[in-house]
Structures are given as C-alpha cells and as structure tokens.
C-alpha cells in the first residue's frame, strides 16, 4: 500500500539552530499539505501545495518557517531559528487532488532544547 | 468560524461497544472524518461520511451524522484493546483541508 514517507522520524536541535523536514507524498498526489500537532491537541494546517504552488500558507509563521515544493512532488519544511514552541510533531500529508481523502505520513517529532 | 469539539477521555471494557461524539460548526463540509492515531504514530484514516448520509456502517464501525445538530459520532462495537489509541474527528469546510477536533483518547480495559 502507497504511504507518505517523511524524514526525519525524530530530531532533537538546540534554539536558534536550523531544522529541515522533507516529505514524500502518495505517488500521483497532486495535493500536499503540512500540519503541525503540538501534543495533546489535534493537527493545525501550516501550508498546502497544489502541485509546486501554494495554495494556503496562511497559518504558517512566515518569520521563521518556509515550505517549497519545487518540482511539485516531494516538499521541504524548514524553520530557522527554532523556538522552544516548536517542539511538535509535524505531519505531511498528501491527497490525489483536492477534495479527495487526504492520508498522512508516521509524522517527524522535533523537540528543541 | 471553525471549530471542532470532542470530548477527551473515554474508558471501555473488552467486548463492549464504544461511542465517541463529535461537534462541528461548519454546515458547509461535504464531508466528515474519522481518524486513529496511535502513540507516537501519524494520523490513520478511519472511515467518512458524506454530508447528505446520516449513518454508515463499515465492519466494527458506524458513523452517524446529525447534521441538524452538527453532531457526528463513532461508534465501535466489541472494542479491542488494539483500539485503544486517539481518536480525531475532522471536518473540512472547504472540501481541500480539515479542521481537527482535540482527539478522544480511548482506553480499553480487560
């Protein structure tokens, strides 16, 4: 069965440093999403891709966090400086087109110390 | 605005059926989700339902919408202990993203 594949699985970083997430999608998915869940709480969107654009970034903190998708399949989340508040696990996700299932990824935990 | 509710904590015994309610507000959402998240996990779809059905039943699982109220729930029956985990109710007002709720953690006991 086809999955989104992310890397890393976990990653500790010190504040202020630099920290990337890449992201893999469904094989034909034209939709990706990024999701940030801070524990206890549900997912909360941070950017969606429709192929190499972007579509909604409007919850993403623009300041520190960028998302590309150049070729339009795999995608890079990156956040620099790292916050202590970051500490989360951030989710990929990808779907055939919008308004289709959306499945996720086993998720990247990052911890910043 | 957008927002989903569910309730936190729910503990079941082995064998019986469990029931994990959901509240939406977006009467726009064409269709409504169920997801699992395992500790540690991504998040695994479930099943859904479409707006216009008011139940759907998917082996152990069945999923009723009262759309009136904007009230979705879960139900499993003979719940396992392999079910334990998180559960996410999710609408998505714009048919291309989902709104989650705070997840129901299930607990299934011997």
């Known amino acids: 069965e086809a999955e989104v594949a992310q890397s890393p699985r976990y990653k500790i970083t010190e504040k202020s440093q630099a920290v990337a997430f890449w992201c893999d999608p469904i094989?034909?998915?034209?939709?990706l999403y990024w999701y940030r869940q801070i524990l206890g709480q549900g997912p909360e969107l941070l950017v969606q891709?429709?192929?190499?654009?972007?579509?909604?970034d409007s919850q993403l903190p623009k300041d520190r966090f960028s998302a590309e998708r150049l070729k339009g399949v795999d995608s890079t989340l990156k956040i620099q400086p790292a916050e202590l508040g970051d500490s989360a696990m951030y989710l990929c996700?990808?779907?055939?087109?919008?308004?289709?299932?959306?499945?996720f990824g086993e998720g990247s935990w990052l911890t910043v110390v | 605005g957008e927002d989903v509710e569910q309730s936190l904590f729910l503990s079941v015994r082995e064998g019986d059926s469990s029931v994990i309610n959901c509240t939406y507000t977006d009467s726009s959402s064409t269709y409504l989700y169920w997801y699992k998240q395992e500790p540690g996990a991504g998040l695994q779809l479930l099943t859904y339902i479409f707006s216009n059905m008011d139940m759907k039943q998917d082996q152990r699982l069945t999923v009723l919408l009262n759309k009136k109220d904007k009230h979705l729930s879960l139900r499993i029956a003979d719940t396992q202990t392999g079910d334990s985990a998180i559960y996410f109710c999710a609408e998505s007002p714009n048919t291309d993203k989902l709104i989650f709720g705070t997840g129901t953690r299930l607990q299934v006991f011997p």
């Open positions: 094989s034909g998915h034209a939709t």
């Open positions: 891709f429709q192929d190499e654009s972007v579509v909604d």
């Open positions: 996700a990808s779907s055939l087109d919008p308004g289709n299932t959306i499945y």
